[in-house]
């Protein structure tokens, strides 16, 4: 082991009673095709360890609450903190024109 780690001891996340929890055990998480592109689009960021670790939490339960608001995504967490702590997801809005063109092109390519 490096020992610029050797301080760091591993922790499992607090238990979270009543969280919210992802359906899936393992593989993709979302059943929707917005939801798998939502967690794709995500991915596309390159995280790293902290889209592998929400997804963990999210399997686990450990997400307390979630809020979807138009350009906003809030959820609080219970991590291994003896504190859960607040997830902020800020994204631009689309216009009108842009939402026309969205359903316009998914309309065009409905079966």
Do not use: H
Request: hydrophobic share 35%.
């Amino acid at each position: 082991m490096s020992p610029y780690w050797s301080y760091y001891e591993p922790a499992k996340p607090k238990k979270v009673e009543n969280g919210l929890k992802a359906k899936s055990k393992r593989g993709c998480i979302g059943e929707t095709w917005w939801s798998k592109r939502w967690v794709k689009t995500l991915e596309s960021f390159n995280l790293g360890a902290r889209l592998t670790r929400g997804k963990s939490y999210a399997r686990k339960g450990q997400v307390i609450s979630i809020d979807v608001n138009p350009g906003i995504v809030r959820a609080r967490v219970q991590g291994t903190g003896s504190e859960p702590y607040d997830v902020v997801i800020k994204l631009k809005p689309l216009s009108d024109a842009e939402w026309d063109k969205a359903a316009s092109t998914m309309a065009s390519k409905a079966v």
